[in-house]
Nanobody, 121 residues
Framework: QVQLVESGGGLVQAGGSLRLSCAAS????????MSWYHQAPGEARELVAV???????NYAESVKGRFTISRDNSKNTVYLQMNSLKPEDTAVYYC???????????????WGQGTQVTVSS
């Protein structure tokens, strides 16, 4: 079994910063990609940022220049540094890891429980 535990959400004023963390534990053979998504009320879950095992990074247009994704492979942890936050960034943020639990097992996606980020104007 694999568990993803997120932390770092909260309430912040517009222009402020937050740092989200997501740590994976359990039976992990290899992690191929780590991602952050967000979901605002009544809207679909959307990709915010992704970092692959080779270090390739992609961001949603709405967060480019403000958010930074990084990973610590030794800790199976992904981070999302969010600066210059805007009210429209308000959402539940979820981490996702695309990984294999064993050499012969298929690659699967695992999700964190979500953490609320609220940006006040």
């Amino acid at each position: 079994q694999v568990q993803l535990v997120e932390s770092g959400g909260g309430l912040v004023q517009a222009g402020g910063s937050l740092r989200l963390s997501c740590a994976a534990s359990g039976s992990i053979f290899n992690i191929y990609a780590m991602s952050w998504y967000h979901q605002a009320p009544g809207e679909a879950r959307e990709l915010v940022a992704v970092i692959t095992s080779s270090g390739t990074i992609n961001y949603a247009e709405s967060v480019k220049g403000r958010f930074t994704i990084s990973r610590d492979n030794s800790k199976n942890t992904v981070y999302l540094q969010m600066n210059s936050l805007k009210p429209e960034d308000t959402a539940v943020y979820y981490c996702k890891m695309t990984l294999r639990t064993g050499a012969v097992y298929p690659i699967s996606d695992y999700w964190g429980q979500g953490t609320q980020v609220t940006v006040s104007s």
